[in-house]
């Protein structure tokens, strides 16, 4: 049941809490007139841990270039109101409203997880991605300090890492990329959907500000730690005007390439979504939701292998079009090295009993 009230809840991405379709119950608020007080009081985050029997997510969907992930976190903090990751939350029995935002989930076992995966006899390097489902260094690691821990035992293995954050916590750990970088252990992505101050306080109410981000990519460039910048999602009417300028901020900061994808609503995300754009952007909601549909073969949801997160038709088209231009433009994509994956080592190597 989403927030009936004209007025905006504010430092949170969802207007309140969405059914779970696992659920086979549901609630709902016919006549808030009928309430003496507000039904929506202060949303007070929860942390929740969870221990699970192993941490390395194998993904073979055909539109990622990852193909396994760890997160230390389910739920975020963040609030971004377009997160894919929402509907996850309700495998564990939560809403993809408020509840993904303010209840937490926690893997404060992960590290020893990832010593046990990666001492298995038959293990062998593969790309990992921190993040993939909710950021890595959302406000929780600030407290918990599971990313770092996870670092730690990559760096120990000499285990190629990719991390994606729109977070400038990332700087905490400047020392440990530092070390994984002098071995071509790690790579970086950072986000930025929008440097419009006052759209990225709407869309993501806990992040980082655009120019915050763009501080990041500076600081871990010039360490000469890769940095990939990720122009996403891109909203038809909302954020792809500003393509071209990202893009090139992001360039003159140091990153040496750049990606994006084409804003999805499957799933509850589609109701969260619309919700939220006709509180928040009232004059051009309709329109906003039209391009959105016009980028997925007329609907809000798209399931179709390899067009789902780009998009087609004539509005993608163009958005491929700008991206490309500005790409060019700007001199991105710039030569990299690939990470190193002969240096990986465990307790099956004599190497280890040396470090």
Known sequence: MLNNNSEFLRGRGAQGSINNKFNKLKYSLDHVEGLDEEFIQEIKTEFILEHPKSIISYNKSEDLSFGNSINPYHGCEHGCIYCYAR????????????????????????????RKEFDKKTYKPEPILLSGNTDCYQPAERKFKITRSLLEVFLEYRHPVHIITKNNLILRDIDLLEELNKLHLVSTSVTITSLQEDLRNKLEPRTVTGKGRLKVIRELSN?????????????????????????????????????????????????????????????????????????????LNDTRWGSRISGDGIEAEAIHQLFRLSLRKYGLPKAKKSLDYTLFRNKHNSQLSLF
């Open 223 to 299: 360490i000469g730690i890769p940095v990939n910048v990720m122009v996403a999602p891109i909203i038809p009417g909302l954020n792809s005007e500003e393509i071209p300028q990202i893009i090139n901020e992001a360039s003159i900061n140091g990153a040496i390439s750049a990606g994006f994808t084409i804003v999805r609503l499957n799933g509850a995300i589609a109701e969260i979504f619309t919700d939220w754009i006709y509180k928040t952007f009232p004059d051009r909601a309709e329109k906003v939701i039209h391009r959105i549909q016009a980028c997925h073969n007329g609907k």
């Open 87 to 114: 509907n996850s939350h309700e495998y564990w029995g939560f809403d993809a409203g408020l509840d993904f935002e303010s209840k937490i989930i926690v893997k404060p076992n992960a590290a020893d997880l990832l």
